[in-house]
């Protein structure tokens, strides 16, 4: 099969939904720091974040296999903090105990780079039912919660947990599909194949 965009990320949801819409893509995970610079809006860290994952994949191709670089990032806003991933089950807990029973925001960044970068950024707010500690840590035993931003993934496990979505469900996931296919668009690179 041959590969109209690589998608730098080793995310599974983001590859499910370039599937979902018929991207012919490769993987090309990257490594980028992930470090909130002081100053920096949510929106801002997300946009900065997508287009460095996706320059550096930009910059890791040889010129003969120069397609464009797809790359994505999402953070978790709740009173003002910025939540990543959980480092581990304690973090973990006490981000679920600071979504618990309120309403937060999920930032979702998108960048297509083919020299230079273009993006689009997506925010949803999600609303969590109250949690008890004893969910929290039931929760976090699945194993689900160790990769995500927010400690939860509202297409798994935690979807009993959605009071209300306002927003993209696949920006929530990681990928929202409404500004990737824009971006896809601009460089007319196919969907549905």
């Not at 194993?143 to 400690?151: H, I, L, Q, V």
Request: glycine content about 8%; hydrophobic content about 40%.
């Amino acid at each position: 099969m041959s590969v109209d965009v690589y998608l730098a990320s080793a995310s599974p949801r983001r590859r499910e939904l370039l599937q979902q819409i018929g991207v012919r893509f490769a993987v090309l995970p990257v490594n980028v720091a992930e470090i909130y610079q002081t100053g920096e809006t949510p929106v801002a860290y997300a946009q900065r974040l997508a287009c460095d994952k996706a320059q550096a994949g930009w910059n890791s191709l040889v010129n003969a296999d120069r397609k464009p670089v797809l790359g994505a990032d999402t953070i978790v806003v709740s009173d003002e903090r910025i939540l990543g991933k959980p480092r581990d089950q304690d973090d973990g807990i006490v981000m679920l105990q600071l979504l618990s029973g309120k309403t937060h925001q999920v930032i979702t960044a998108v960048a297509l780079c083919h020299g230079p970068c273009s993006v689009k950024v997506n925010v949803s707010r999600v609303s969590l039912r109250s949690l008890t500690l004893a969910e929290c840590q039931a929760y976090w035993e699945t194993g689900e919660p160790s990769d995500k931003a927010g400690g939860y993934a509202i297409q798994g496990k935690a979807a009993i947990f959605i009071r209300e979505l306002e927003g993209s469900y696949s920006g929530v996931m990681g990928l929202p599909i409404f500004e990737t296919a824009q971006l896809l668009a601009q460089l007319n690179i196919p969907m549905w194949s």
